[in-house]
């Protein structure tokens, strides 16, 4: 090599196929190879780089390192590359260090297997900004169950980050009492036959705080070049149901609403029949053994006669009374009222009343009366005793009342129907308690719910908008 002589090496360089530039680093072109000058002309030597090759009179951007052999100023790389468009054409420059003050350029269009290459990158950077950007949740496993895909929603929705679940199994994500996911992929694998896969299904997911969401799955099953991968797209829709669990709700109390209404009212006069011809024959009536039984029926008349008031308080479109209202005072007043009717020694009542409250618009009335429904049925479920805590709270804008006992509790099943008129599990409940508590709340546009843990406690949660 040492025998090499000048012209040897530059005869070398112009049989390449490359065009090959030497640049300073005031990127003047010092030489350039015989391809080089076909491309750009015997005067391209002398003359900036950026003004032969993009012929613009600019230096290429050096904040956005466009430049390779910017690239290299700075740094102790010996190599870089960029990719100058020309028209149509995609050109690849790579820049090589040769000392401190030189570097070499070696232009090639992109073709063949070069372009492939940047198409695949590019449409792997597509993939993957459509991915982070999608609104659903997308998640990939392969054939090991393993996950492979998790976008950004994926993270949102269960509460994992990427660099946590990538390469965990999926049943992290699947409630355990699905049984075995893995099983039913490795059967599919098998058999082949899908069953749930090119449709949409809804299933419970588990997130990372160990709560549960429902979702709503699409999943997707490719292979190719012998690699197997399953995709579910998937979406959160707990608010679709609660809606849906709402508006149902609504509709119930509504048909239940009119039914009553109509008995109600066809009960009222006959009870007032029997009640007033009652009080007329029991004048006239000396025999103890008779009177004992007429004193029955009027006590029963009685007893319908408030059963039928109480209806009429559920069916009734009643009218709200609005003023301000402190909520701590009327929560307050009921939980004084609360101990003077209840053993202290066996129900204790804590509040926990933030301070930072308005007064909301409300018939504070019909607050109370919630209130009291809600604290009665607390007290019921705590047969040995224990402790109802009422709180307030300020949340996006609304006031937040939220009843907690420790109570029995109500199950998954039960907790569907509390709210429905006369849906009662005591012996002497009349089931419209909560009824009536939901329709006040509704008429204020307020909302209501119950979460509950069986044999834990039961909470109740009041939401009212401040007008
Ligand atoms: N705090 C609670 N703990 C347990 N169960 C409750 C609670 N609140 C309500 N429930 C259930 O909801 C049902 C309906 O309540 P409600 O409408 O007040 O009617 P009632 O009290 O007349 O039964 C109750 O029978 C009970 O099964
Ligand atoms: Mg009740």
Redesign the pocket.
């Known amino acids: 090599m040492k025998n090499l002589k000048k012209n040897t090496l530059k005869t070398l360089l112009d049989l390449l196929y490359s065009q090959i530039a030497i640049v300073d680093k005031d990127k003047v072109i010092r030489y350039a190879n015989k391809r080089f000058i076909d491309e750009h002309g015997k005067k391209a030597v002398g003359r900036e780089c950026y003004n032969v090759v993009k012929e613009d009179f600019r230096p290429c951007a050096v904040d956005e390192s466009l430049c390779p052999v910017n690239k290299l100023l700075d740094t102790e790389e010996i190599t870089s590359r960029t990719i100058h468009k020309k028209g149509e054409k995609d050109i690849l420059v790579e820049a090589y260090r040769l000392d401190s003050d030189l570097y070499a350029l070696i232009l090639n269009e992109l073709t063949g297997y070069q372009y492939l290459i940047k198409r695949t990158k590019t449409a792997e950077e597509r993939y993957k900004i459509i991915l982070d950007t999608a609104p659903d949740a997308i998640v990939s496993i392969d054939k090991d169950h393993k996950i492979v895909v998790f976008n950004n929603a994926a993270e949102k929705i269960f509460g994992y980050s990427k660099e946590e679940i990538i390469g965990k199994d999926l049943n992290m994500l699947v409630p355990s009492y699905y049984g075995d996911h893995f099983s039913y992929v490795k059967r599919f694998l098998e058999t082949r036959k899908p069953k749930i896969i090119g449709k949409s299904v809804v299933f419970n997911a588990k997130r990372e705080d160990g709560s549960e969401i429902p979702v709503e799955l699409h999943i997707s099953f490719m292979e190719a070049n012998g690699e197997i991968t399953f995709t579910a797209i998937i979406r959160n829709v707990s608010e679709q149901k609660s809606l849906e669990r709402k508006l149902l709700q609504s509709e119930r109390l509504a048909a239940v609403g009119k039914a009553v209404a109509h008995v109600a009212h066809e009960i009222k006069n006959p009870l007032m029949i029997i009640g007033g011809f009652s009080q007329q024959i029991r004048r006239h009536i000396t025999d103890k053994n008779s009177l004992k039984k007429i004193d029955l029926i009027l006590e029963e008349v009685a007893r319908l006669e408030r059963l039928v008031a109480n209806l009429g308080d559920f069916t009734k479109e009643f009218r709200l009374i609005k003023r301000p209202s402190d909520i701590n005072l009327v929560i307050k007043d009921v939980l004084k009222m609360m101990k003077e009717i209840h053993p202290e020694e066996k129900y204790k009542f804590v509040e926990r009343l933030s301070p930072d409250i308005d007064e909301v618009i409300c018939d504070p009335d019909k607050i109370k009366q919630v209130l009291i429904?809600?604290i009665?049925?607390?007290i019921?479920?705590?047969e040995n005793g224990g402790t109802v805590t009422v709180a307030t709270e300020n949340k996006d804008g609304e006031v937040e009342i939220s009843?907690q006992?420790e109570?029995?509790?109500?199950s998954e099943e039960?907790i569907l129907?509390?709210?429905e008129?006369f849906?009662?599990?005591?012996d002497?409940?009349?089931?419209?308690?909560?009824?009536?508590?939901y329709k006040i709340i509704e008429a204020h546009k307020g909302e209501i719910k119950?979460i509950?843990t069986p044999s834990k406690?039961?909470k109740?949660i009041i939401r009212l908008p401040y007008c």
């Open positions: 429904n809600i009665t049925n607390a019921q479920a705590m009843i006992d109570g029995k509790g109500i039960e129907h509390i709210f008129p849906y009662t599990t005591r002497s409940g009349s089931g419209l308690g909560l009824a009536i508590s119950a509950s406690g039961t109740f």
